[in-house]
């Protein structure tokens, strides 16, 4: 274990926690290592990776997480590669191959890989020693960014035989750390936890009205010229017009978020990495496992999403442990629109009735029967957002009511890139009848061929594994090009007996409580920058870390700054105003397209600019009042609609 570390990766000793954590996986153990952000937690796998005597698969929630991770396994001869939507389909066969052979020793995919039956076909036939879980809080509901399908993954490592697991993660509280231990029921001895105090990092929160935030960043950024800066804003907007405003007055910056396309996105993190740009502005798109380490400055334009979301991106500062400022320039104006994101993603009890109804009328009154959806047309049939959704199915999953089967692409369909005789001629007896009966009951097109899996079944019993397995050895091949779409999930109905209008007021509480517990963590922040504790302190009290010193000495309320921070503008009262003449337009389109009125909720969110489904295909933005309310808290704008309903 030493040996390897400074051989391979150059360093003499381990940094706290590593060891304990390394040396409980090579003894076959699972474990879990938390650490702060910074601190070292991907040694913990990329260690062990080396002397274990097979595979070890890492699932990881964002693919610039992956590159970083990747670049760096490189950079150390480790033979390691991802498989993400990014590729050609080339490239994913060429690093299957390489899997199959064990010649991979590292493997990197994110959870949503593991619904391809492709490549559950191919990873159930490859060794795997071990299963890492990268950014493990998504497993809790309890966490700041619950992943629904990361639910699955203990039962993903029951499916492939995967003797021990390791969970990471930098923002953990108490309850986050026990609701991961019990799901893969690791040791509460083999939980590594370091502590979240970071000593070189200066915690300041500075009030400030939203006017004055754009001149007090361009001083910021000035006074310390040349030094790589993050700046985390909330809105792909802010980004380009904070990026834009830095630019016009001399300080080089760019724009980094989702909306961007992907080769624009990589182009500018690779210059920053570098050097070659030293200020970027940015949603939490950017940052995930950025290996950079002398990022000197984090200042927050906008509030964070929550305690989770600050620790985690103050992180990236000062990463080669030298003096680092983290700078929140902090208001409440902002605070709407970190609410709204929330309640978006509360479904209308409306929308989880009809999903409950989708799956009574699959199964029949008895049950026993399977369900089949897809993720897309199911959102916008339920007026659901597709994360929620995903949430709901689990929970359904959770009572009994639902248990998943397997996923399928509902198409498939190929090119052939040598003629039909020459891949025939590949082939002798039961195979080669086989093989002539995918071409021959393929439905063809001038190019392409859609596969019909009906008909191989009825008239050839051919089981659609095994045709999905044939495709895939002709692409390894070079034989033809493969694609598919439709993502289709099956489903077991086990208990359809469910009171539809009983169990959707059960689950909308479920998620008015997920609701609740979001905006609660939205106030945990906002009374983290007004403490009148050391902020140090407070942070990693939360994370339960009862180490760190009571007064750090480096932060604003130890420099004698406690931020009391400004109320937002007036806003013009409601009373007195006409919802009819504020969303005319809405309630006739909406009843038009969806043969129903609005609810409260729906209305309440076209006023204030919280995408749902339904809008996205009625191009409701378009329409007079559109957002007009954005700027008055939800709640208030709820409670006015219900009034005037």
């Not at 994110?110 to 036939?125: A, D, M, P, T």
């Not at 969110?605 to 808290?633: H, K, N, Q």
């Given at each position: ?7 391979v ?19 076959g153990?699972?474990?879990a ?12 796998y ?23 991770q ?14 993400d939507?990014?590729?050609?389909r ?77 969970l ?40 400030i ?26 809105q ?6 904070v990026?834009?405003?830095l ?74 442990g ?16 970190l ?12 929308g ?23 993720l897309?047309?199911?959102?916008d ?38 003629d039909?005789a020459a ?7 039961e ?8 071409l021959?009951?393929?439905a ?5 061929a ?9 008239r050839?019993?051919a ?8 495709l ?33 007021d ?10 609740e ?15 009148e504790?050391?902020?140090s ?7 339960g ?32 105003q ?11 389109k ?45 709640a208030?704008v ?5 009034a005037?309903?």
């Amino acid at each position: 274990m030493h040996d390897t570390l400074e051989r391979v990766f150059g360093f003499r000793q381990f940094r706290p926690g590593q060891e304990a954590a390394v040396s409980a996986v090579l003894a076959g153990r699972s474990a879990a290592a938390i650490f702060p952000t910074g601190s070292g937690k991907s040694l913990c796998y990329q260690l062990p990776a080396l002397l274990l005597p097979h595979l070890t698969l890492v699932v990881s929630p964002l693919l610039a997480l992956m590159q970083d991770q990747l670049a760096f396994l490189t950079r150390h001869g480790i033979a390691a590669a991802s498989i993400d939507s990014a590729q050609s389909r080339e490239q994913t066969a060429q690093t299957m191959a390489r899997a199959r052979s064990g010649e991979l020793k590292v493997l990197m995919i994110s959870v949503e890989r593991l619904k391809n039956e492709r490549f559950r076909n191919f990873i159930s036939e490859v060794p795997i020693s071990l299963l890492v879980v990268d950014e493990a809080h998504c497993i809790s509901e309890w966490g700041h960014n619950f992943r629904p399908d990361y639910l699955k993954l203990p039962d993903y490592q029951k499916q492939f035989r995967i003797p021990q697991v390791l969970l990471l993660t930098a923002t953990a509280t108490p309850a986050v750390i026990a609701d991961m231990r019990a799901k893969f029921a690791i040791a509460e001895s083999d939980v590594v936890t370091t502590g979240f105090y970071r000593a070189n990092l200066d915690l300041q929160v500075e009030p400030i009205s939203s006017a004055a935030r754009r001149a007090r960043l361009v001083q910021w950024l000035r006074e310390r010229s040349g030094q790589p800066a993050i700046v985390y804003v909330t809105q792909q907007k802010t980004a380009e017009e904070v990026a834009a405003h830095l630019a016009e007055r001399g300080i080089p910056a760019c724009a980094y978020h989702a909306g961007m396309e992907h080769p624009e996105r990589e182009g500018i993190q690779r210059r920053f990495m570098e050097g070659a740009l030293n200020c970027i502005v940015a949603t939490i798109a950017f940052g995930m496992g950025i290996d950079k380490s002398d990022i000197r400055q984090v200042v927050h334009y906008d509030l964070p999403k929550s305690l989770e979301n600050y620790s985690q991106e103050i992180g990236r500062a000062g990463r080669d442990g030298q003096r680092s400022e983290c700078l929140v320039l902090a208001n409440r104006d902002s605070l709407n629109v970190l609410e709204n994101f929330v309640y978006g993603d509360t479904p209308e009890r409306e929308g989880i009735r009809t999903v409950l109804e989708e799956i009574r009328q699959a199964a029949g009154d008895q049950g026993g029967g399977q369900w089949e959806t897809m993720l897309v047309p199911l959102s916008d049939q339920s007026n659901i957002r597709q994360l929620p959704l995903k949430t709901l199915l689990v929970q359904l999953e959770l009572r009994g009511i639902i248990a998943p089967r397997f996923a399928y692409f509902a198409e498939y369909r190929y090119k052939l890139l040598i003629d039909s005789a020459a891949l025939l001629g590949h082939f002798e007896g039961e195979r080669r009848q086989f093989v002539e009966a995918i071409l021959t009951t393929s439905a063809r097109a001038r190019t392409w061929a859609t596969l019909d899996f009906d008909t191989l079944y009825s008239r050839h019993s051919a089981e659609r594994a095994r045709v999905v397995k044939a495709l895939d050895y002709f692409q390894e091949r070079g034989w033809v090009e493969l694609e598919s779409k439709q993502m289709t999930e099956v489903y077991s109905v086990l208990d359809a007996s469910f009171a539809v209008d009983k169990l959707s007021d059960e689950l909308h509480r479920y998620f008015k409580r997920h609701e609740e517990s979001e905006i609660a963590r939205i106030g945990a922040m906002l009374e983290l920058l007004a403490s009148e504790d050391c902020l140090s302190w407070r942070l990693a009290h939360y994370f339960g870390d009862q180490q760190a010193p009571r007064h750090c000495g480096h932060c604003s309320v130890c420099a004698g700054h406690v931020a009391h921070l400004p109320e937002p503008p007036a806003l013009p009262p409601l009373d007195g105003q006409s919802l009819h003449n504020r969303c005319a337009a809405f309630l006739e389109k909406y009843r038009s397209a969806r043969g129903a009125t609005p609810s409260a909720d729906c209305i309440t969110r076209f006023l204030c600019g919280i995408s749902v489904p339904a809008f996205t295909r009625m191009r409701a933005r378009t329409l007079p009042g559109y957002a007009t309310l954005e700027d008055y808290p939800c709640a208030r704008v709820r409670d006015w609609v219900q009034a005037q309903l």
